[in-house]
């Protein structure tokens, strides 16, 4: 018996009546000469009666000093665009460099004081990282250009002994020794 049950964290979120699909904040990455094109788009759920064109979206990508690199507003009609991060650092296993792009859904009524704006409805914040992948089938797996082995293990979600509820000391423990493995 692994003590299984509710074993990972439980939110409840209260929304307004417009707001961000859950999960539906999405990025794509493409490098491009001196840095990367992000492709960002989001869905949301709109109250009945109300059209896209009385909201806005505002996306704002800070790098790991939270300084803003990229931004853009656009109208709630089509929330996909384009966002270009300059000399962008690359995500590595070495070096996992994380960005966070932070999108707000707006009022098109609002206006921004003192770099915040007045009414956001909802908020997202994702973290992502840029990088290159490749696939050969002569040469294996490619990380930003540089060839990287992969290894991997059958490993179930519970802890063993210490049931399915989530300890920090054991997850932490099972993934220095599949390091040290080379996984």
């Known amino acids: 018996y692994t003590g299984a049950g509710l074993y990972r964290p439980v939110w409840l979120i209260e929304k307004e009546a417009a707001y961000f699909a859950a999960d539906g904040i999405y990025i794509h990455t493409e490098k491009i000469d001196g840095g990367y094109r992000t492709e960002v788009s989001a869905e949301i759920v709109l109250p009945e009666g109300a059209t896209a064109s009385d909201y806005l979206v505002s996306y704002q990508v800070f790098d790991k000093e939270k300084n803003v690199v990229a931004e853009a507003v656009i109208s709630a009609e089509n929330t996909t665009t384009d966002l ?91 993934w220095e020794i599949m390091q040290d493995m080379g996984a």
């Open 84 to 174: 270009v991060v300059e000399h962008a650092k690359e995500w590595s296993l070495c070096q996992p460099y994380l960005y966070e792009l932070q999108a707000e859904l707006l009022l098109v009524r609002s206006r921004k004081k003192e770099d915040k704006w007045e009414e956001v409805l909802d908020s997202e914040t994702v973290s992502y990282g840029y990088r290159t992948l490749e696939f050969t089938c002569d040469k294996g797996f490619f990380l930003n250009g540089e060839h990287v082995k992969l290894n991997g293990v059958c490993l179930h979600h519970d802890l063993g002994c210490l049931g399915s509820a989530m300890n920090k000391n054991a997850l932490r423990r099972q």
